[in-house]
């Protein structure tokens, strides 16, 4: 795509102006073409094909005179008479609009015409407001709610309903009421946990072998969550869930990269690194509850290390990679302040420190 000289740059080089000699209300762009100046464009009144007039002083008037796009080989922008701007009639059909162009906009021009704003864009926008302030107030009732989104204004209305819990999760909805279902919501922190039980059979020759892991208290959230958005959430993943279309109730457990590891394996070799005749992973979800913290079952654990099953508790996990953490973090510490206080001594007491405490 190749930069051509827009209309204003042809009149003022038609003038006699240069890129050095040139009026006060334009200035050299970027793009080898002279362009209006902000303050210039402030003085413009911008028409619409159907006659509704852009005052430029008002809010409408950033749009146009920061429009400037190229489509079907022709520029839109204001140095060429043709800025775009948002039809606030949203008017599909109309014949306005460029040929090919992908959204409702349509090619304005400055006008000689006294602005007037019962004839302005700026009405129609004020009316729009009034409009979808009018129903955000009748689907909501004033209070927020992130499953009430914008639509385009001219289809249907304004606002449109796409109940999603999820997104009720993500924004941490605290309203007492549903406002799409009307219903009230238990607001109470919880999470809801899930077991993960992992299963290795092994052959080497006649030998078979079978080793089984579990780890307990996964959370499926990072955060509490409401108890209503949880357990609408584990209804709808119960429902989603099927066999036929391997859809599980915790969709995208966390599994390390061992786990995809062994289970790509598994499935596409049943070797694992020539080590065993025969290679066969597991990775299963089970015991799936709502709770606000996970709870410990002593009894349990008893019993399924009496059957030979491993027990791991996911809390146990993550204090131990945090205090793996802080220990690093201590020992770059000093580290650094070892080399820092080697780095003041004299040459001589350094190297005697060195063959102290070794070679950092």
Known sequence: MSEELNDLTRRLYAQGYTRERHPDTVCWGDWHNFSYKWETML?????????????????????????ECFCQHVWYRPET????????YQRKGCEHIPQGFPLIMCPCHQTGRPYDYEHSVEKIETENAKEAHKQYMELTGGAY??????????????????YD????????CKNPVCVIRKQPRDLKKVNIFYDVRRTWITRRGFLEEKKVEVTKGMKVFDRPVARTDAEIWLKIKEHEASPLNNYTVIEHPKKTMED????????MHRHYDDQYDYFEFHYEVENIRIARSEQRDLLQDLRD???????????DQLKADAEKKRSARAYRRELKARRAQRAALPPTQAEEQIS?????
Request: charged residues 25%; aromatic residues 10%; negative net charge.
């Open 145 to 162: 709610c992130a499953c009430v989104v914008g639509s385009n204004g001219y289809e249907g209305g304004w606002y449109e309903v796409k």
């Open 260 to 267: 995809r590891r062994q289970e790509y394996f598994s499935k």
């Open 43 to 67: 003085r413009f009144t911008w028409e619409t094909p159907c006659g509704l007039l852009i005052q430029g002083e008002s809010d409408s008037r950033r749009s146009v005179a920061s429009s």
């Open 81 to 88: 008479d043709n800025p775009l701007y948002r039809c606030p």
């Open 356 to 360: 102290i405490f070794g070679v950092d």
């Open 165 to 172: 819990v999820e997104r009720c999760i993500q924004q941490g």
């Open 305 to 315: 290390a009496a059957e030979g099953i491993e027990v791991v508790h996911n809390i």
